[in-house]
Every structure is written in structure tokens, then in C-alpha cells.
């Protein structure tokens, strides 16, 4: 895997995937960006906490960091 990236295996045919969780940006990359700041305000915050539930459900997840 990646240093940017969590996958959370499980046992049921399901994946759910959190594209927008993360609010590390690696330095080549934010060394590009006009406002690194608003760049990490721009986050699904709360969503992985959200759907915590669908591990116990046996649902594979990945998130970014």
C-alpha cells in the first residue's frame, strides 16, 4: 500500500471508498498549489466516522490519509 492511502479489508462483497477523508498533502504536490490551506479545508471531514458502522457489517473500506 501507500503512505496515503488505508485499506480496511473485509469479508463481505462490499467496498466503500472515502475519496476526500484526508488532509495530508505530500510537499511536491503542495508546493503547486496557490492556497495549501483551503486546499485541506476542502475535506469530507466526518465522513469516514460516518459510515464506521460498515466495517462491522464486513464491508471492505479505503480512505485516503
Known sequence: MSDWLTVTPG???LIIAFPHTGTDI???IEAGMI?????RKDADWWIDRLYAFATELGATTVRTA
Open 26 to 28: 505530500p510537499a511536491r
Open 11 to 13: 469479508d463481505a462483497p
Open 35 to 39: 492556497d495549501p490551506w483551503r486546499a
